[in-house]
C-alpha cells in the first residue's frame, strides 16, 4: 500500500467551527489531492497540490483552504464548518504527470453537528 | 474523459476467475482505462491501468479489446476480499494539474463461499 496516512481518522465537530485535516506521505511523490466521497456524487476534487506551496482549486473548493509547507504534509482547513460538509475525506498522490494511477489513503469520516 | 459503463453487480463463487466488464464506446486515442476498487469504509485501491495492450499485474489483468471501445478486467482467483465495488475509469494522462477523476456506480462484486 502507498504510504499515505491521513488523520484523524473519525472527526466530529460543530457547525462553525475550525477543522483541520492532515494527509501525510512517505513516498516523496509531487502531486497530492483532496477529494470528498458524497452518496450520488462519487469523488469530488476539492483542491490539489503540485509542489510545496503550490496549489490550486478544484470543482467544489468553496469553503475550503489548503496548505503545504512540505513535501510529505497536505493540509485541508475547513475555516467554518458547515453541515454540507458532512462527508468522508480522501487524500491522494501520485508521482507525476504522466499516467501515472492515483494513490488514496483510507480517509477522514468528518460530522458536522 | 469518456463515459463508461458497467454492470451493477456481479457474483463470483471463491476460487473462481471474476471476469468484470466495461464499455468505454466513447474512448479517445490519448486515454487510457484505469481501474479501481474501493471495500467498504476504505479509500479507492488502484488495481490496473492500459492504454491499448493487455497488461497483468500481481493483483489483476485488464484485457483491452483491439477497437478499445470496452475492457475487461479479471480478478483470475477471487477471494472473499476481492468483494467490493469495482470502477472503471477513462481519462486522459495521470497526475498533474487537475486530476477530476470520474467514479460512477461501478460494479458491486460479491464473492461467495
Known amino acids: 500500500d502507498a504510504g499515505i496516512t491521513q488523520s484523524p481518522r473519525h472527526k466530529v465537530t460543530e457547525t462553525g467551527t475550525p477543522v483541520t485535516l492532515r494527509c501525510h506521505q512517505t513516498?516523496?511523490?509531487?502531486?497530492m489531492y483532496w477529494y470528498r466521497q458524497d452518496p450520488g456524487h462519487g469523488l469530488r476534487l476539492i483542491h490539489y497540490?503540485?509542489?510545496?506551496?503550490?496549489?490550486d482549486k478544484g470543482e467544489v473548493s468553496d469553503g475550503y483552504s489548503v496548505s503545504r509547507s512540505k513535501t510529505e504534509d497536505f493540509l485541508l482547513t475547513l475555516e467554518s464548518a458547515t453541515s454540507s460538509q458532512t462527508s468522508v475525506y480522501f487524500c491522494?498522490?501520485?508521482?507525476?504527470?504522466?499516467?501515472?494511477?492515483?494513490?488514496f489513503g483510507n480517509g477522514t469520516r468528518l460530522t458536522v453537528t | 474523459d469518456a463515459k463508461t459503463t458497467q454492470p451493477p453487480s456481479m457474483d463470483c463463487a471463491e476460487g473462481r476467475a471474476a471476469n468484470l466488464p466495461c464499455n468505454h464506446s466513447?474512448?479517445?486515442?490519448?486515454?487510457?482505462v484505469y481501474w479501481y476498487r474501493q471495500i467498504h469504509s476504505q479509500g479507492p485501491q488502484y488495481i490496473i491501468h492500459?492504454?491499448?495492450n493487455n497488461e497483468t499485474n500481481e493483483m489483476a489483468s485488464l484485457i483491452i479489446t483491439e477497437d478499445r471501445k470496452s475492457s475487461t478486467l479479471i480478478l483470475p482467483h477471487a477471494t472473499l476480499r476481492d468483494t467490493a465495488v469495482y470502477y472503471c475509469?477513462?481519462?486522459?494522462?495521470?497526475?498533474?494539474?487537475?486530476?477530476?477523476?470520474?467514479f460512477g456506480k461501478g460494479t458491486l462484486l460479491t464473492v461467495n463461499p
Open positions: 466513447t474512448i479517445s486515442g490519448n486515454e487510457y
Open positions: 513516498e516523496n511523490h509531487r502531486y
Open positions: 475509469i477513462v481519462r486522459v494522462g495521470g497526475g498533474g494539474s487537475n486530476y477530476k477523476l470520474t
Open positions: 492500459g492504454l491499448k
Open positions: 497540490s503540485y509542489g510545496v506551496k503550490d496549489t
Open positions: 491522494a498522490i501520485t508521482p507525476g504527470p504522466t499516467h501515472s494511477p492515483l494513490h
